[in-house]
């Protein structure tokens, strides 16, 4: 099962932001132990670099972005995702990227702590609760 991820969900576990990170750290063991095939889009790299690089420095942010490229497929941002993403009547320009480039790569589904962000998605949000309370009964 290919899922996507939103950064708020990957910055929450490396960063261990509470009370994000409890939920956000179970689905990723999901792709840890490959239960799911997790997604993330290739512009999320560089921004998940930046964004751990001011908390924990350059260091450790090298250490965590290869640790991500070791767990995750990586969605091409390609000009077809960008052009769908410029059509669409998401607020947000990243999250329409996001969406485009899940539904691209066949994602079942995008965990995120922002669904509503997702509501003109091809692909259906869902926060790491929902994800966890539907696939594992929590």
Partial sequence: MRVAFDINVLMDVLLDRKPF????????????????????????????????????????????VRRLMGLFEIAPVTRSVLEAALTTKAPDFEDAVLAEAAHQADALAII???????????VRAYTPKQWLAMNTGR
């Fill in 112 to 122: 995120t702590r922002n669904i509503k962000d997702y509501s003109s998605s091809p």
């Fill in 21 to 64: 990170a409890d939920d956000s750290s179970l689905v990723l063991d999901q792709v840890a132990r490959g239960a799911l095939t997790g997604i993330i889009v290739a512009s999320a790299v560089t921004t998940i670099f930046y964004l751990a690089s001011r908390e924990v420095g350059n260091k450790e942010a090298l250490v965590q």
